[in-house]
């Protein structure tokens, strides 16, 4: 038997080794175009087919399907339209179901990436492009936690189709000005970090009105949409400055975490490939749609890592946003320096060559693992029990999640205990929000008072403390309570029943010491969680909201 990685893996290396084979041996001579845009969405579909029906793990998701459905205005960092587009979030709370509009937005990404790589360096760039792209889709932000990265970089590559096949013709300086001013404008509202991409595009513009004969109105449609999403990313920059000020525990995005972020991150080969295309771009930047990918490419993770210091964005992902225009940019530059070379090559080594450059474009699509439900954590399967008992009795919850009311709302809304309005308003509309109290783990277990807090009632961590008093901590309240879960050797989220206590002293472990606080560690949390909104600001899902 293949190993499950294996199996995951085999599909898609098969279809992408086999059409670049077929790329390098020339067939089809007919239909060509048909076949390999088929085989690039075949390629997304055997991506995304292992993470498809991966279960809700954090608050993230469920608030996304509900305010999908009832409140799609409601999420201050987040702007509509990719909640307005999931129509499948509207049906069902089944993961398959809602994750079919990312699906399908991922799919006309690549195909938008094959289009513009094929169209500037022909069937080995297209297809390279499109491949790549489909090999990142496992690690990215997007159809596994229904983000709307792939949905914004499809208005970002339409974008730089649009520069690419722009005619400097006065009599259609209106159509091109309205179709601009579309592709700006849609993306913005799929994603806030899109308005980067829209300056640099207004930039090259204003920079090149001379030269390639921008008429006024297309400069003013470009200027026009940045200077209408001024103000709500004004409003967002200051609500993720307060988020930022409460999540003192969350450190900044680095340098460091931007590079493992590229395609490189997943397969250290493809530094070369991203090489090749930036270099290719500098040498072509005379041409607009090339200037504006380059500086799309240095701007975006600059702007991350520079909002990363003072604002809510906590994550090196939101420079997904460029992955797909450097990995054009790639795809064209690899085929093109491979054109170059095999131009001066002996004739008898041409088809060595090519089976040499088929094997390490091979080695550069080899996938991550997707996750298994090995890996799905323990409490996916308790919370479905525990909505149900807290609907039966009273009792408060412990717990160091700042997502668990959120949860337990979509817990309940799937049983028809509750309503998914619950979750769209953060779990607050129900009795839950009252009974959940942020804790530490640690520092409940060292309070006499908290730990009398807890019983009768439950306690959920999914984030202890620190990483070395995992077993402690977690052992000392399987010993105190009654596990819902079924007790490991080193569990890393607890989900139990407690009764009332016996003393006012804390519970022991299992090796008969008392816990206490470790040295250093951080005082509790203030009463509003790290990632949730600051006071006034209307609900929405957090970035890093997640119960693992």
Known sequence: MLDATVQLQLPFLLLAVGSLLAVALGWPRRHATLVDGAVVLAAVLLAAWPILDDPFESDTLPLRVALARHAPLADWNHPPLSYLLNLPARWSWDPVVVRLAPLSWACAQALLAWTLARREGGRAAGLLAGLWLAAEL???????????????????????????????????????????????????????????????????????????????????AALGVLALAALPLLRVVRAGVGVRALAVDVPPTGLVDLALQSPAGRAPLMGLPLLLGLGWLVTRRREAWALAALGMTVAVPAAVWAAARTTHVNGAYYADLVVPVALVAAAIGTARTGSWLLARLPAWFHERARAAALVLAALTLLLPPAPNAADRSPLVTALPELARQLEAEEGAVLTDLPGLPVLLAHARAVQGLGTSEDVAAMGTLSDLATRVRQVRCADCLADAACVDAAAPGWVVFGRLARPDATRTCALAWLDRCTPLLPPGDDPDVVVARCAPPTSGSPPASRDGSRSSPAPGSPAPPSPTPPGSPPPGAPPGPTEDGRTR
């Open 138 to 220: 496992r690690r990215r932000m997007g159809v596994q936690d229904l983000g709307d990265w792939d949905l914004a970089g499809c208005f970002v590559l339409g974008t730089l189709l649009w520069l690419h096949g722009r005619r400097p013709d006065p009599a259609d300086a209106r159509g091109r000005a309205f179709e601009l001013a579309g592709l700006l404008g849609l993306g913005i509202a799929a994603s806030w970090l899109a308005v980067v991409p829209a300056a640099v595009v207004a930039g090259v513009l204003l920079m090149r009105r001379r030269t390639d004969g921008v008429h006024a109105v297309e400069l003013a």
